[in-house]
Nanobody, 125 residues
Framework: QVQLVESGGGLVQAGGSLRLSCAAS????????MGWFRQAPGKEREYVGAVTWSGSGTHYADSVKGRFTISRDNAKNTVYLQMNSLKPEDTAVYYC??????????????????WGQGTQVTVSS
């Protein structure tokens, strides 16, 4: 019952910043926990971070901690991934995902029921 659409990807220089958006359909968005994942060519999908339904709880992978920030605006049915100090190794297709178990932070892709189509982020040196 939830559809997700990512946007905001593109080409950015190393050290730069980019903000991804994930727009969700439906009136139940505010009850969902949201996660961000990424997948580089030839690699498995990797957990990036997650936020609880209220936005009060967040968690990040060690690889992005201190550089990336997840936030959400439930009034707009949108979750954001602010990416700062980008590195070439951040290059990947970024996906957002939704879980009805919104009070928990999940790091495994299998715990998410709904996925967006992904948006490409390319970081050049």
């Amino acid at each position: 019952q939830v559809q997700l659409v990512e946007s905001g990807g593109g080409l950015v220089q190393a050290g730069g910043s980019l903000r991804l958006s994930c727009a969700a359909s439906g009136r139940t968005f505010s009850s969902y926990g949201m996660g961000w994942f990424r997948q580089a060519p030839g690699k498995e999908r990797e957990y990036v971070g997650a936020v609880t339904w209220s936005g009060s709880g967040t968690h990040y992978a060690d690889s992005v901690k201190g550089r990336f920030t997840i936030s959400r605006d439930n009034a707009k049915n949108t979750v954001y991934l602010q990416m700062n100090s980008l590195k070439p190794e951040d290059t990947a297709v970024y996906y957002c995902a939704a879980s009805p178990r919104g009070s928990l932070l999940f790091i495994n892709a299998k715990d998410y029921d709904y996925w967006g189509q992904g948006t490409q982020v390319t970081v050049s040196s």
